[in-house]
């Protein structure tokens, strides 16, 4: 294992963005098992720091690979493309539809119309991954891949947002 493999790489993984969500767990708890710092408790110093590196090294790609959109982002980083500070014009269309959510969100105080639009946001966000996936592991379309991925982390946003509504209602009902 080596630090500077990326996380497709340190796991043993294609690059792409279908993954079996078991073996990834299974590679996860068999890196950590050899790289956790418990198990060099007898070593010397320079040992148990370097294995605090890959463990830490480890826990992150982990986390990066298990969520869908952070995977789809680091497909495209390692591409070249940081979807998450690059600007570029989304359709129109797709700002309308974000706007129109934003909207409801705004004028809506009953937790019924909340849970209705976090179900609409939600299954936006899942036609949006199966699209990620076909752009990924299909076509290897990286411009449709950052435009889908950039939609993506709106789409995560405003479910934020509904979740934190929801709760401020929830708490004040």
Sequence with gaps: MNLSDNDFQLFGLPYQFQLDEQQ????????????????????????????V???TR????????????????YWCLLRGHDVKTESSQLPTSILIQHMQWRET??????????????AQVRSEKTQHLLSIQHSIDEENNLE???????QLLFLDKLIEEIHKKIQTQEEHS
């Design 58 to 73: 480890v826990n992150e790609a982990y986390q990066r690979l298990k969520n869908p959109t952070e995977r789809a982002v």
């Design 24 to 51: 990834l767990r299974h590679k996860f708890l068999a890196l950590q098992q050899k790289v956790h710092p418990d198990q060099f408790a007898q070593a010397s110093p320079q040992e148990k720091r370097l294995a």
């Design 144 to 150: 449709k891949t950052i435009l889908l991925t950039k």
């Design 105 to 118: 969100l705004e004028d809506t105080q009953m937790l019924p119309q909340l849970d209705e639009l976090l």
């Design 53 to 55: 590196q890959y463990s």
